[in-house]
Nanobody
Framework: QVQLVESGGASVQAGGSLRLACVVS????????MGWFRQAPGKEREGVAT??????YYGTAVKGRFLISLDNAKNAVYLQMNSLKPEDTAMYYC???????????????????????WGQGTQVTVSS
C-alpha cells in the first residue's frame, strides 16, 4: 500500500526556517521521482522542488533558499526551507511519480498532475 506522510509544517516569522519530512511506504524514494509542491488559497498548485536519481530541481521562487534531500535508510524525503517569506505561505504536499528517469525531475516540477501518489499536506504559514 502506497502512503506518503508529511510532517513539519508550522507557523514561523519571516526569515525563519522549517524542515518538512515525508515518510514513504510502497515506493523506494531512491528510484522514484519525489517532489514537494505547494498550493496557496486561490492559486494553482506549483512545483517547489523535485529529486530524481540524485538530481535536484527547484522552482524559481525558492531556488537558493530551499533544499530537497533523501534519506534512503528511512525511505524519506525532506525539504529544508530557509529565509522564509510570507509568500511561502501554503499547504505543502509531498508527491511521487513512478515514471522516472535520471534528470526527469525538471519535467515533474512543471507537471504535478503527473504524480502517482500524494500526501495529505502540511501547512506552512509565514508571518511578516
Amino acid at each position: 500500500q502506497v502512503q506518503l506522510v508529511e510532517s513539519g509544517g508550522a507557523s514561523v516569522q519571516a526569515g525563519g526556517s522549517l524542515r518538512l519530512a515525508c515518510v514513504v511506504s510502497g515506493y523506494t524514494v531512491s528510484s522514484t521521482c519525489m517532489g514537494w509542491f505547494r498550493q496557496a488559497p486561490g492559486k494553482e498548485r506549483e512545483g517547489v522542488a523535485t529529486i530524481s536519481y540524485g538530481s535536484t530541481y527547484y522552482g524559481t521562487a525558492v531556488k537558493g533558499r530551499f533544499l530537497i534531500s533523501l534519506d534512503n535508510a528511512k525511505n524519506a524525503v525532506y525539504l529544508q526551507m530557509n529565509s522564509l517569506k510570507p509568500e511561502d505561505t501554503a499547504m505543502y504536499y509531498c508527491a511521487a511519480r513512478t515514471a522516472c528517469a535520471a534528470q526527469s525531475g525538471w519535467y515533474y516540477l512543471l507537471q504535478p498532475a503527473s504524480s502517482n501518489a500524494w500526501g495529505q499536506g502540511t501547512q506552512v504559514t509565514v508571518s511578516s
